[in-house]
T-cell receptor, first 111, second 109 residues
Framework: GAGVSQSPRYKVAKRGQDVALRCDPI?????LFWYQQALGQGPEFLTY????????KSGLPSDRFFAERPEGSVSTLKIQRTQQEDSAVYLC?????????FGPGTRLTVL | KNEVEQSPQNLTAQEGEFITINCSYS?????LHWLQQHPGGGIVSLFM???GKKKHGRLIATINIQEKHSSLHITASHPRDSAVYIC???????????FGEGTQLTVNP
């Protein structure tokens, strides 16, 4: 595709529900990043893939957060047993060298 | 730990004014990014620079590596420039970004 796409764009979950957020990077982009952006804040790093390898997951806030990119293309960020503090916009970015291209984000609201 | 700070947090200007947004960071970096975020979340890259100065249209970005400081300037500001401007540091090439909290710019006609 022409850019990075994310789905769903909006997700409302009840506390305790599991959610899965999808990112389709730009074709051929080796690197893929997930960021979390709370309301009124700058994005914060969650995790990073190079092809299918998850090279850095130091930003994942708890073991309820899990990300995968099994074929080195599409990535899924899964949040188990969602909590209210997980409410945020989840941004995905992909890059071939060092300029990152961002998707539109998924706005997650946990009630 | 790398920290990125921006100022001001909020900025209101009249159309035509010259605008400056400042960014400072705490560790050596390979590049400094300036990004624009419109309501709805979409983030667009404006500049990526590792030294000196870059210009694109009415936007100018500068960086002083020794002082660990960067500025984004907008000349002849326009209401369509209203957005959140975010600076982000990249410690090593191709690595994750560390973001500032953003500057909400509002340009009134």
């Amino acid at each position: 595709g022409a850019g990075v796409s994310q789905s769903p764009r909006y997700k409302v979950a009840k506390r305790g529900q599991d959610v899965a957020l999808r990112c389709d990077p730009i074709s051929g982009h080796v690197s893929l990043f997930w960021y979390q952006q709370a309301l009124g804040q700058g994005p914060e790093f969650l995790t990073y893939f190079q092809n299918e390898a998850q090279l850095d997951k130091s930003g994942l806030p708890s073991d309820r957060f899990f990300a995968e990119r099994p074929e080195g293309s599409v990535s899924t960020l899964k949040i188990q047993r969602t909590q209210q503090e997980d409410s945020a916009v989840y941004l995905c970015a992909s890059s071939f060298y060092n300029e990152q291209f961002f998707g539109p984000g998924t706005r997650l609201t946990v009630l | 730990k790398n920290e990125v700070e921006q100022s001001p947090q909020n900025l209101t200007a009249q159309e035509g004014e010259f605008i400056t947004i400042n960014c400072s960071y705490s560790v050596g970096i390979s590049a400094l990014h300036w990004l624009q975020q419109h309501p709805g979340g979409g983030i667009v890259s404006l500049f990526m620079l590792s030294s000196g100065k870059k210009k694109h249209g009415r936007l100018i970005a500068t960086i002083n590596i020794q002082e660990k400081h960067s500025s984004l300037h907008i000349t002849a500001s326009h209401p369509r420039d209203s957005a959140v401007y975010i600076c982000a540091s990249e410690e090593t090439s191709g690595s994750r970004l560390t973001f500032g909290e953003g500057t909400q710019l509002t340009v009134n006609p």
